[in-house]
């Protein structure tokens, strides 16, 4: 028998439930396919930084893969549809009768592979297809009214005694090597569609599976003890900055759980407060998959929870705001160091993600919708379960919803999280003379303030946090 193995948001040779099967089933050698669909990709409001990411990254897979002697072959088709005819005509071309591939869960990706699937089937070739993404399959974690979960903490348990019951897989190692390769590797397109070739930071990001691990064990050994009391400082490197690598696939979770857990000893929710706390994190992403299945409207441009679901502000007014939101000129320090740390690296640190959210969303009034479309748009970690359940989270729409009446104030986050400033003057350099306490409230400044290049803040929080309080107690 011979395999050909999709790939995805997987792109790795190590822990590839896919990859791993084909490899130990095959017979007559292994074919590897990546489909570039940019016009879907487009639609999916991928940005250039991602695209870049994955281009290099595709690279990296395709060395790998053919150290395994496995060729990777490239389509390029410019959506999802009728793509299934060119993988049968692939896989039929280098005479595979199986074809191997690792679930996605968003609609549209669904709603391809049930395509494909049906595809191959009726061609009277087999398809087996795998949960890679996630530890814990969706759906597989149920109430005990037999529901999905929606509310994160008792799924968290539930998911701890899954796992501790030994019913998870754990990660694998390099997927066996074949005999031969058949065919001839492709070369990765140097540009994608109209996405910008220079679009990405390879010096912020590197590429590859190797670099991805090598991160996750730098991150185990230096920071993970402390990351509990670490992880809410932007101005400090206490996260794992794992995110861009998870979401491409270069590192799987199964890795990241069972580095962790080795750093804890083998326990899950005991023992240190940091891996504990890291894990958790994992875990909060594998939540947001289930509700991609069990509650598709969220893929849809819905609210989960249409009851908060306001009459959000869209007026021209509005949409200044918006965009002054978007180039970090809100007049508010920890706002805008976010928005252009975002805008300069690709990445955003999950505090100051929650933040901006919150700001957008409760001072703003702002649809939900535009800062997570803008959001998937400029980040290099890109990946629709968290981002839209965070976004929703932080509007009050979403799975375990923060109350409406939970709003940030940035003056607050900013002394509080970034005390001295450091994150500020990083990504606000023309804030960067002003003192630790000066720096949080720069329009306090009378005489001084006129010389800074810095914009007053765009609304009044306390004004806007009242205006907030009203328009969600309308609508409830």
């Not at 792109?11 to 016009?39: E, Q, W």
């Not at 893969?65 to 072959?73: D, P, Q, V």
């Not at 320090?333 to 640190?349: F, S, Y």
């Not at 960067?432 to 949080?440: E, F, S, T």
Request: charged share 30%; aromatic share 12%.
């Amino acid at each position: 028998m011979r395999a050909l193995v999709w790939f995805r948001a997987d792109l790795r040779t190590r822990d590839n439930m896919a990859l791993s099967a084909a490899c130990a089933a095959a017979s007559k050698g292994v074919i590897a396919v990546f489909t570039v669909c940019p016009r879907q990709w487009r639609e999916h409001d991928w940005g250039d930084m991602k695209v870049d990411f994955l281009r290099r990254n595709l690279i990296e897979l395709r060395d790998g893969l053919e150290g395994r002697n496995i060729a990777l072959k490239i389509i390029t088709r410019d959506s999802f549809d009728g793509v299934e005819e060119n993988l049968l005509s692939l896989a039929k071309e280098h005479d595979c009768s199986a074809l191997f591939f690792n679930e996605e869960y968003e609609v549209n990706e669904r709603a391809r592979d049930a395509r494909v699937a049906a595809t191959f089937t009726k061609a009277g070739l087999s398809v087996r297809s795998f949960h890679d993404q996630v530890v814990v399959p969706p759906g597989e974690l149920r109430t005990q009214e037999d529901k999905p979960y929606t509310v994160y903490s008792p799924y968290k348990r539930r998911w701890y005694a899954y796992y501790a019951d030994g019913h998870a897989p754990k990660a694998q190692g390099l997927a066996k090597k074949q005999p031969e390769m058949v065919s001839s590797p492709d070369d990765v397109p140097k540009t994608i569609g109209d996405f910008d070739a220079e679009g990405g930071r390879p010096d912020l990001w590197k590429a590859g599976e190797d670099h991805g691990l090598s991160r996750l064990r730098s991150f185990i050994e230096s920071r993970l003890d402390s990351y509990k009391e670490d992880r809410d400082f932007p101005g400090i490197n206490g996260t794992s900055t794992i995110s861009p690598y998870l979401a491409i696939g270069a590192v799987s979770p199964r890795q990241c759980i069972e580095a962790a857990l080795d750093a804890n000893n083998g326990k899950l929710d005991k023992g240190g407060k940091g891996p504990v706390h890291w894990m958790s994190e994992v875990i909060w992403r594998e939540f947001y998959r289930q509700i991609l299945v069990a509650f598709p409207r969220v893929c849809k441009n819905r609210a989960f929870n249409a009851k908060y679901d306001i009459h959000w502000r869209s007026d021209n007014k509005a949409k200044g705001q918006f965009s002054a939101w978007c180039q970090g000129k809100t007049g508010y320090p920890i706002i805008d160091a976010a928005m252009r740390q975002l805008e300069q690296t690709g990445w955003m640190h999950n505090r100051t993600r929650m933040a901006v959210a919150m700001f957008l969303t409760k001072d703003l009034l702002i649809d939900w919708r535009w800062g997570e479309r803008h959001f998937m748009n400029k980040l290099v970690d890109g990946d629709f379960a968290s981002n839209n359940g965070g976004w929703q989270w932080s509007a009050a729409t979403g799975t375990d919803a923060a109350p409406y009446f939970r709003i940030f104030n940035p003056i607050s986050q900013s002394t509080k999280f970034d005390a001295d400033g450091a994150y500020i003057r990083k990504f606000v350099p023309e804030l960067a003379d002003l003192d630790d306490d000066a720096i949080h409230e720069p329009w306090k400044q009378d005489s001084l303030f006129t010389d800074l290049d810095y914009p007053k803040p765009i609304i009044d929080h306390a004004e806007a946090r009242e205006r907030a309080l009203k328009a969600f107690k309308v609508e409830s």
